[in-house]
């Protein structure tokens, strides 16, 4: 038996603004970084949870989370993975823009289909990403707008080479990232269908405790808050 703990950031700015975010580069709000402490306090509860991992993305939001969520349950020592492959899904030219505002833009259904549905991609952002923190990255694999689907296909080589392979060998591993790449994740994981997973949520700041078996069947799951 291993367990997997998955943890969103808590609020960020943009949350707060009621934007969308995506690969921007936000910091959590006060209120976030508390969420995040009150994190760490739920993840220290789990009975026999014993981490020889974090993994998080290279966005200061997730970064600053899984540093909060470790230092509270002084686990601060243990090594941490920050790549781009956990980051959230690109929301290409939406970046920046209000919710409502796009919802009156493009209308209520498409919106929708654009933050919810499986496989529909939002505008593309016009040029690619230019950032240092992306430099030594394959080029080719740096998008310019993604689908929850095409954010899975991203994500899921770095879950089975670097999360799945510590769990088949017993360890506990704790993932601290985003709404659409944790929904992607967990889309995989409990076999949600493409329907389905337009109702899935995931707060901020509430752990998500898988306990898998030695196939990595999934045995229990809570949620805490």
Not at 117 to 128: E, I, L, M, R
Not at 145 to 168: C, D, F, G, K, V
């Amino acid at each position: 038996m291993a367990k997997l703990v998955l943890v969103r950031h808590g609020e960020s700015v943009a949350n707060a603004a009621n934007v969308y975010t995506g690969w921007n580069d936000v910091p959590l709000t006060k209120k976030g970084e508390q969420q995040a402490k009150q994190a760490g306090e739920l993840v220290n509860t789990i009975s026999d949870f014993a981490p020889t991992h974090i993994h998080t993305s290279v966005l200061s939001r997730a970064i600053t989370t899984a540093n909060i969520v470790a230092d509270t349950c002084d686990l601060l020592w243990l090594p941490m993975t920050k790549t781009w492959r956990l980051n959230e899904r690109h929301y290409g030219a939406l970046r920046g823009l209000n919710k409502d505002i796009s919802r009156k833009v493009f209308g209520v259904e498409q919106v929708l289909l654009w933050r919810r549905g499986f496989d529909s991609v939002p505008p593309a952002q016009g040029s690619p990403m230019i950032d240092r923190r992306y430099k030594l990255c394959d080029q080719h694999l740096m998008p310019r707008a993604e689908s929850l689907h095409q954010t899975q296909i991203r994500l899921m080589p770095y879950y089975y080479n670097h999360i799945a392979s510590r769990l088949l060998n017993g360890e506990d591993q704790l993932i601290v990232a985003h709404g659409s790449s944790l929904r992607a994740l967990i889309k995989k994981l409990e076999n949600i269908n493409d329907h389905d997973i337009v109702n899935l949520e995931v707060p901020n700041a509430e752990p998500i405790v898988y306990t898998m078996d030695d196939q990595l069947n999934i045995v229990n799951k809570e949620i805490l808050h």
